[in-house]
């Protein structure tokens, strides 16, 4: 067996340990004589797997007792609708529009009332976060919307948004359980699973109770309620089992680790590693103003087509997979999330450095 260093910005690299367990429970769970995959999730054993996920989840982040927490299926994308259809009351909603998923879930919260883009930096393809301190935030907002973590882009909120008093709802996809969170400050958080906890299709909700509630938008279907999955503890219908599993375990990899402040001590400690070297670079150059960077997803280019092209297929043949940059910024982007050991890190900034004594002027 032979893996690679992932650096996927998703579906993205899981813990070693968590493929590990989670392999050697295949084929009998825990004396069941089943898989997780093939139990009912209305059997006891799985009820302890989703208890113990969200308990380990709200032990995590310091998650209060007056927000909800709920593992459901569609993927962040999903929540796009999901938020305008329960949350926009008087059918008007804010958006920072910083990236192609918070663009996209303002042009869907569109076909549900009035969603405003109130700030964008695509004049600099995204590469910052606009200044957030005094937006032109509607009267009547229902809320305002941020996506967090821009994956596609680099850049990372420092600072949260003044929403002058209207309840904040972030797309945490890509930062979730990244460091510390102050769950107060918002009124709901989503996050879908394959970027930094789990397999692809779960998405976690977590959402305060008062806005849970029957007054949603005429039409929206019972699976699409926040209230249906909050009244019957995310087991409505048939959960995404197995993912949530998988994302109990590393709820449970996290803890072991040292919890959210050990993982942000980490991810500063790995994120450095790459910022230094490209700061000092002459071939290599992050894409993303300095004060904005995010820890997670970290694009860089050389300005060469061919030279990025050339990058990408060396460093496949090295054992560094998925460092092509999305389609839309060209270059490079390594994702360098929770589970990419430090020695990824160190073994790509090595080939960068060897890659420049090669090719670099
Ligand atoms: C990947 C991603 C999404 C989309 O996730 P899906 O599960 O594919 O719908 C949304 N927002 C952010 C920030 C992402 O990184």
């Given amino acids: 067996m032979s893996r690679v260093y992932n650096f996927s910005a998703g579906p993205a690299v899981l813990p070693e340990e968590v493929l590990a367990e989670a392999s050697a429970e295949m084929l009998d769970y825990r004396g069941t004589g089943m898989s997780v995959m093939e139990m009912s999730h209305r059997s006891k054993a799985y009820q302890t797997i989703i208890d113990e996920a969200e ?66 930096s695509a004049d600099k393809t995204f590469s910052y976060i606009p200044d957030c301190s005094d937006l032109p935030i509607s009267e009547d907002a229902d809320y305002v919307y941020i996506c967090e973590n821009n994956t596609i882009y680099g850049t990372k909120y420092k600072t949260l948004p003044n929403t002058k008093g209207k309840l904040l709802v972030a797309d945490q996809s890509s930062c979730f359980l990244s460091e510390p969170v102050d769950v107060s400050k918002y009124g709901l958080i989503f996050a879908g699973a394959q970027k930094n906890v789990g397999p692809a299709g779960t998405v976690i909700v977590i959402v305060r109770e008062d806005l849970v509630t029957e007054d949603v938008l005429p039409g929206t279907p019972t699976m699409l309620r926040y209230k249906t999955h909050v009244d019957a503890g995310s087991l409505y219908n048939t959960p995404p089992t197995y993912g949530i599993y998988i994302c109990g375990k590393v709820f449970k990899w996290l803890k072991a680790k040292g919890g959210l402040e050990a993982m942000k001590q980490y991810n500063e400690e790995k994120a450095k590693i790459l ?66 050991p430090m020695e990824g890190v160190k073994k790509l900034v090595e080939f960068m450095d060897d890659f420049e004594t090669r090719y670099g002027k």
Wanted: charged share 20%; glycine share 10%.
């Fill in 55 to 120: 308990s380990d989840l709200r032990g995590l982040l310091h998650i209060p007792d007056n927000y909800k927490v709920l593992f459901l299926q569609g993927g962040a994308s999903q929540q796009f609708a999901m938020v305008p259809m329960n949350l926009m009351k008087n059918k008007v909603a804010d958006y920072i529009v910083t990236g192609q998923w918070a663009k996209k879930a303002c042009s869907e919260g569109k076909l549900y009332g009035t969603a405003n883009a109130v700030a964008s």
């Fill in 275 to 340: 910022y230094d070297f490209l700061d000092q670079s002459k071939l290599f150059k992050g894409t993303v103003v300095k004060q904005d960077r995010s820890l997670m997803n970290v694009p860089f280019v050389t300005g060469d087509e061919e030279m990025d092209a050339l990058f990408v297929k060396e460093s496949k043949a090295a054992g560094l997979e998925n460092l092509k940059g999305h389609r839309t910024v060209g270059g490079m982007r390594a994702s360098i999330y929770n589970a990419m």
